[in-house]
């Protein structure tokens, strides 16, 4: 066993061996050291590299979008020798009816779709842990009709849920964001509660009250960071769903709206020519299918290198 | 070593039933109570499903007067159709008018088709009802079996192909895949034919009755009908298979993973039992019952895809009578097919749980 | 007296991500048809010998031997069809807790019924009629009750009776018992291990008892296997137990509480790295 404050060398075994310690020395080696053997696990999962590499893909071209595809992904070039032009050198992915180069829209689309991504998960996570924490937490009448209401929202099939929210705050690509958003704390919830009910009793939280911590402070301070890691999980499990009801919400005309390159929205321009000009329609929607199965390969394996009971 | 119930004090437990007429008595009454419970929490999510439809009616930018009498109208008649509306009293008082009226059967009328809306929802729900049910069929027959196997040659090649077909089917958004279909097997090989849900030719020359075109032509003997209904639904009923077959065959491994490691599957082999016959009599009778839960999920997700189905394959149904009412801002129409949905899921739900009950000696006897 | 099982160098390993794992180091013992207990701490090695004899070892841990015959047999390399000619058949267990050992969704009797199915030649009626009567051969008073019983409505005592009906129904000539009783209460244990007991010698069945419990195994055994981190540390006659030589042996005997003497304070277990070397 080494110890963590003894001066040691640096050298990447001893790094290695220092993570994988079976006596920990501190509570930082421990967690970085489970935090390791995960990625170990998860690193010899080949369809999980897969799924790391198109999700570090998509940040990426959403970050270098303008350099990968300078072009303007919103005015297209000359109409009458442009238009509807199959996919080519000059265009990797052929132009659409406004002569704009798809493969643009798509790199630029990019940046729409991990927006929408993020912002889903900076909104619902807090909900749902809010809600999950003080129903866990409080238990009784609040459980009971704080779960009440959970229940009822996921009474609803989750994208006509949204399509009924959105359909009253109308189309746009924030009221899209709010709709899923509010679509998907639910199960945060659900999740967040079932981890507060295990340490609500705990010695810690007793300590805690007795030291004249408030309720707010106990939750915020001591149970959510606790529910924290799991709601994560969960949440990275969802992305691809959060994706993939964004992209319906745009390819009914109620997300991002034109001429934004939102994927979906692209894949609805491109039905009116899917018998003669594929293109249009199919590129977007690879890119909508790549990204939503890299986040799904992702997933699986996260949940199979971390629990290590799904992984049997 | 696996966590244990401790044996209750019980143990030495009486060989013989307790007298047979308590033990019935108690078994109606613990049946009594779960229906009651059920009962209870069924009215209390229908209630706020009809909450939920009427805040997100409230929040509309609609006005909606002026949705019914039009911009020209009189401000008298404006004031009239308000009053009528309820739009004047509180908003609690407005919402039991709006309770009153749902549980009379009466969602308002369609902005679009100028007919109530229920008369437009019965008749576009048993198109739906078709193509959800063949697709959960399908799902159900090849899902479920493809799930078995992966479990049963875990880790081999067959599992990792299943593996890469189920994500697939997680990943692919529905529309594109029902674009590329038609694309493929419409437009280029033909095997299928196009949009909507009976050719021109059969549309007036056959009478439906249940408005399940598939059984109606089956009944009537009209089988040049069947076989063009056929060819139509094939594609949009594979499509939505396809996805909910991912999700079963999922779910089937990782239940069937769970059961295949119980004491009970190794006592199997103890006896000498075949693989096959512990795999299809011990396991999946067991995976079987957390199964029924998954499929009516599935169905539910059906409905879900059905929505963004329709539009493509031009099929008048549920999905495509809710996107055009989005599209037009018939919010009494959108609502309306909304809260319909929200009470299927909810039936489904009450189904399935019933359906385990039934299924699972455990639940079913009590223990 | 018939040699009926052999095992020699018995060692089963669990590959880890620290490499391979060795759970049962180089076992041998030799049974013929009497009653021998195996006995060890949790971690010793005593279920995985238990289940490497039928051929049960899980994957992905991997069971080898130099000799592992039964009845003559050589089972090293047996494939699945001679695991399967031999499982039920010839060698039966009896598994530590019938909550879990009996499947949830099938009738008790359908259970027996099925074991009964391997021997072959039964009608279904000559099936009931033999499972009730193995019902009834396990005390069970009201065996027709129980026969379409589902398993969570027995009691553990109960079920258990029904496990080892079940297991001896098809008249093995070998069966391990895996803990029969350490799940159950402590009441109906010796009844329990009474019926087992008379049941096996009844039959002239060979039988491996493994328990941790010490004083348990030397009532009910010949001989005794005292089993240490995958490794038989003493075998003995069960009559002289008293006189046991190694030190863990020893240990395990004080820890037993006695009624005529205080003990006090009580005893406890201390290991030695020696012994697992």
């Known amino acids: 066993m080494t110890a963590p404050f003894e001066p040691q060398p640096f050298t990447w075994s001893g790094r290695r061996a220092w993570l994988l310690s079976e006596e920990p020395g501190s509570r930082r080696q421990a967690r970085l050291g489970s935090f390791y053997r995960g990625w170990l696990a998860l690193r010899e999962n080949p369809l999980a590299m897969v799924g790391l590499a198109v999700v570090v893909g998509l940040a990426l071209v959403a970050a270098l979008a303008d350099v990968i595809a300078p072009g303007n992904p919103l005015i297209g070039g000359p109409l009458r020798t442009e238009r509807l032009l199959p996919p080519s050198a000059a265009h990797w992915m052929g132009t659409d009816d406004q002569a704009r180069d798809i493969f643009t829209r798509v790199i630029h689309g990019a940046r729409l779709t991990l ?65 899923i958003a509010l679509t998907s704390w639910p199960q945060y919830a659900r999740l967040a509660r079932a981890e507060t009910m295990t340490i609500r009793h705990s010695d810690f939280i007793s300590a805690a009250r007795l030291q004249g911590a408030s309720s707010a402070r106990i939750l915020w301070g001591h149970v959510a960071p606790l529910c924290l890691p799991s709601v994560v999980i969960r949440v990275t499990l969802d992305m691809a769903g959060i994706i993939l009801t964004a992209a319906g919400l745009g390819f009914l005309g109620l997300g991002a709206q034109p001429p934004e390159p939102e994927w979906g929205a692209m894949v609805a321009t491109g039905r009116r020519f899917i018998v003669d000009q ?35 | 070593m696996q966590a244990r119930q401790e044996a209750p004090a019980s143990a030495e437990a ?5 007298s047979e007429a308590e033990s019935v008595r108690t078994r109606v009454l613990r049946f009594l109570r779960g229906v009651g419970g059920l009962a209870f929490s069924l009215a209390v999510t229908l209630l706020g499903l009809l909450v939920v439809t009427f805040l997100i009616g409230r929040v509309v930018p609609v006005d909606p007067v002026l949705s019914i009498i039009g911009d020209r109208a009189p401000a008298s008649t404006y004031d009239r159709v308000y009053r009528e509306l309820g739009l004047d009293r509180p908003m609690v008082e407005q919402f039991w008018i709006y309770l009153k009226k749902v549980l009379s059967g009466d969602f308002g009328e369609s902005f679009l088709t100028k007919r109530p809306i229920l008369d437009d929802l019965r008749r576009v729900f048993p198109a739906t009802f078709e193509l959800a049910t063949l697709g959960l069929i399908l799902g159900v027959a090849i899902g479920a079996p493809m799930g078995v196997a992966a479990a049963a040659w875990k880790g081999s090649w067959v599992d990792q192909i299943i593996r890469v077909l189920c994500l697939v089917g997680y990943s692919a958004p529905i529309f594109w895949l029902g674009l590329m279909g038609l694309l493929i097997f419409y437009a280029n090989l033909g095997w299928v034919s196009g949009p909507g849900r009976i050719g021109i030719a059969h ?27 056929f060819s139509h639904i094939i594609l949009p009923a594979c499509i939505l298979g396809y996805f909910s077959m991912a999700y079963i065959c999922r779910m089937t491994r990782s239940f069937m993973l769970h059961e295949l490691s119980q004491e009970y599957v190794t006592a199997a082999r103890v006896k000498g039992i075949s693989e096959t016959r512990i795999i299809w009599r011990h396991a999946l009778r067991n995976a079987a019952v957390p199964m029924i839960t998954v499929v009516g999920l599935s169905y539910i997700n059906l409905l879900e895809g059905s929505v963004l189905t329709e539009t493509i394959f031009a099929w008048p149904g549920l999905g495509q009578y809710l996107t055009n009412s989005l599209q037009n801002a018939d919010m009494n129409a959108v609502l309306g097919s909304t809260l319909v949905i929200g009470v299927v899921f909810v039936l489904i739900n009450l189904v399935s749980d019933l359906l385990y009950r039934l299924l699972d000696p455990r639940v079913r006897r009590g223990s | 007296m018939t040699e009926l099982l052999k095992v020699e160098d018995l060692r089963i390993t669990f590959p880890t991500r620290q490499g391979p794992r060795e759970a049962v180091r180089g076992v041998s013992f030799t049974l013929g048809r009497e009653r021998l207990g195996v006995v060890g701490e949790s971690g010793s090695g005593k279920s995985q010998t238990g289940r490497a004899l039928m051929g049960l070892t899980p994957p992905p841990g991997v069971a080898t031997a130099r000799t592992l015959s ?21 060698i039966a267990m009896v598994m530590q807790d019938p909550k879990y050992s009996l499947n949830p969704v099938m009738t008790v009797g359908r259970q027996i019924s099925e074991a009964l199915g391997r021997v072959g030649g039964l009608s279904s009626r000559e099936k009931r009629a033999k499972a009730l009567a193995m019902l009834e051969a396990v005390m069970i008073r009201d065996p027709e009750r129980v026969y379409d019983s589902y398993p969570h409505e027995l009691s553990g005592g109960m079920g258990q009776r029904a496990m080892i009906a079940m297991m001896l129904a098809p008249d093995p000539d070998l069966l391990i018992a895996d803990e029969p009783t350490s799940a159950l209460d402590v009441t109906v244990r010796i009844e329990v291990l009474r019926i087992m007991d008379r049941l096996v010698s009844e039959r002239g069945m060979g039988l491996i008892f493994i328990s941790h419990d010490l004083k ?21 006659a069960a009559a002289d137990l008293a006189s046991a030589q190694h030190p863990y042996t020893r240990g395990l005997m004080r820890c037993t509480p006695d009624l005529d003497h205080d003990l006090r304070p009580l005893p406890t277990l201390r290991r030695d790295a020696e012994w697992a070397k």
């Open chain 3, 70 to 90: 039964f009845d003559g047999q050589d089972l090293r390399g047996a494939g699945k069809r001679q695991w399967r000619a031999l499982r039920g058949r010839r």
């Open chain 1, 278 to 312: 594929w293109w249009v329609a199919a590129m977007p929607g690879l890119a909508i299918f790549v990204v939503s199965l890299g986040f799904n390969l992702l997933g699986d394996g996260l949940r199979d290198a971390l629990d290590p009971k799904a992984a049997r």
């Open chain 2, 14 to 18: 009486p060989e013989r039933p307790e």
């Open chain 1, 115 to 179: 927006q929408v991504v993020a912002l889903v998960v900076v909104t619902a996570t807090p909900i749902g842990l809010l809600v999950g924490t003080t129903a866990g937490y409080f238990g009784g009448w609040v459980d009971a009709v704080l779960m009440r209401i959970t229940d009822i929202f996921l009474a609803f099939p989750r994208l006509i849920l949204a399509l009924a929210f959105v359909a009253a705050l109308g189309p746009g690509i924030e009221n899209a964001v709010i709709a």
């Open chain 3, 216 to 236: 348990l195994v030397s009532q009910f055994c010949d001989r005794v296997l005292v089993m240490y981190a995958g490794r038989v540390v003493e075998e003995l």
């Open chain 2, 203 to 229: 549309e007036f020359s056959f009478q439906p009755r249940t408005g399940i075109l598939l059984l109606d032509s089956a009944l009537q003997g009209r089988w040049d009908v069947f076989r063009n209904v």
